[in-house]
Nanobody, 123 residues
């Protein structure tokens, strides 16, 4: 069973930065970040393949967020800069051992999920 442990959420003012971390047990996986705001569906934020060779971003975060990984630590990071109030959500880390037909930008592409970490951006 893969365990994902997220950390790094918190409260920040608009324009500020946060870095989220997700530590995965048991090996190297293709990883993604999703977020869910109150009353909204969980949406894709960013994803990175196991080797780090391919990276994907939602249009809403391009140029502001950066996903990266350290495979020696089995950890994926999400550096979030120029945060906006609309970035407020619970952020979830997800992992998959293989890339499914739906790809890494779909919730259905992942088998394992973390518990989520709250990010709140005040205006």
């Amino acid at each position: 069973q893969v365990q994902l442990v997220e950390s790094g959420g918190g409260l920040v003012q608009a324009g500020g930065s946060l870095r989220l971390s997700c530590a995965a047990s048991g090996g190297t996986y293709h990883m993604g970040w999703f977020r869910q705001a109150p009353g909204k569906e969980r949406e894709f934020v960013a994803a990175i393949t196991g080797s780090g060779g391919r990276i994907y971003y939602a249009d809403s975060v391009k140029g502001r967020f950066t996903i990266s990984r350290d495979n020696a630590k089995n950890t994926v990071y999400l550096q979030m800069n120029s945060l906006k109030p609309e970035d407020t959500a619970v952020y979830f880390c997800a992992a998959t051992a293989t890339i499914r037909g739906v790809g890494l930008m779909s919730r259905n592409g992942y088998a394992y999920w973390g518990q989520g970490t709250q990010v709140t951006v005040s205006s």
